[in-house]
């Protein structure tokens, strides 16, 4: 991912996997003060969005799935070499929003597991 001096670090959305009983995976989405999240971000002017995994041994980011990925609201991604970060990088230069699912491997079984799907919502730049 190369960096933009004008992108600015946004927020970072903490995402937390368990198992239930039945071996269901359920996902919560928190702030960084550990306030609840929906995981959905909306961006104002250009910026990372990090999603870091916590409290989810076993579990590690391989990418996000957009359906719709040459919207240009996200502009790149990047996972961190431990797959505990995931890295969006959004410039904000198209306005509009995008929804994509996390994508995550697990050292129970070689499947791979998709989240409940988050979104960007890009709002217009403020004029200078």
Request: net charge negative; no cysteine.
């Amino acid at each position: 991912m190369t960096a933009n001096t004008q992108l600015v670090q946004g927020p970072t959305i903490n995402v937390t996997i368990t198992l239930d009983e039945n071996k269901v995976p359920h996902f919560t989405y928190t702030k960084e003060d550990g306030s609840p999240s929906t995981g959905n971000v909306v961006v104002h002017r250009g910026q990372f969005i990090t999603y870091q995994l916590v409290n989810s041994a076993g579990f590690s980011f391989v990418g996000a799935g957009f359906a719709t990925p040459f919207d240009g609201i996200i502009d790149a991604m990047n996972v961190s070499a431990d797959g505990q970060q995931l890295v969006l990088l959004d410039e904000n230069n198209v306005s509009g929003s995008t929804g994509f699912q996390l994508i995550f491997k697990d050292t129970i079984n070689s499947l791979l597991l998709l989240s409940p799907d988050p979104q960007v919502i890009n709002k217009e730049k403020p004029q200078a």
